[in-house]
């Protein structure tokens, strides 16, 4: 089984910066793109960012300038840093990988549970 586990949510004023956490932790051969979705209360859940595991990056363009995504294949961990908050960001946020749990089996999507991101003032 493969979990992952986020971390890093809360309440910020608008302006303000977060930054997210989530590791991977399981049986894990390999792991390819990682990345952020997000969902507001009433709103389809987006992607806001991705990265491959060479380090690609893809921003939702509500994001861009703002948020930046990187990883750390070591600790199969991927982060997402959150500058110049907007009310607008307010959202759980759910991180994704593509997991291979050995050299033989296919990458299959795995999700963490959510954070919430809270921008209020």
């Known amino acids: 089984q493969v979990q992952l586990v986020e971390s890093g949510g809360g309440l910020v004023q608008p302006g303000g910066s977060l930054r997210l956490s989530c590791a991977a932790s399981?049986?894990?051969?390999?792991?390819?793109?990682m990345g952020w979705y997000r969902q507001a209360p009433g709103k389809e859940r987006e992607l806001v960012a991705a990265?491959?595991?060479?380090?690609?990056?893809n921003y939702a363009d509500s994001v861009k300038g703002r948020f930046t995504i990187s990883r750390d294949n070591a600790k199969n961990t991927v982060y997402l840093q959150m500058n110049s908050l907007k009310p607008e960001d307010t959202a759980f946020y759910y991180c994704?990988?593509?997991?291979?749990?050995?050299?033989?089996?296919?990458?299959?999507?795995?999700w963490g549970q959510g954070t919430l991101v809270t921008v209020s003032s």
């Open positions: 994704y990988a593509h997991v291979a749990q050995s050299s033989i089996t296919r990458f299959l999507e795995v």
């Open positions: 399981g049986s894990i051969f390999s792991i390819n793109a």
């Open positions: 990265i491959t595991k060479g380090g690609s990056t």
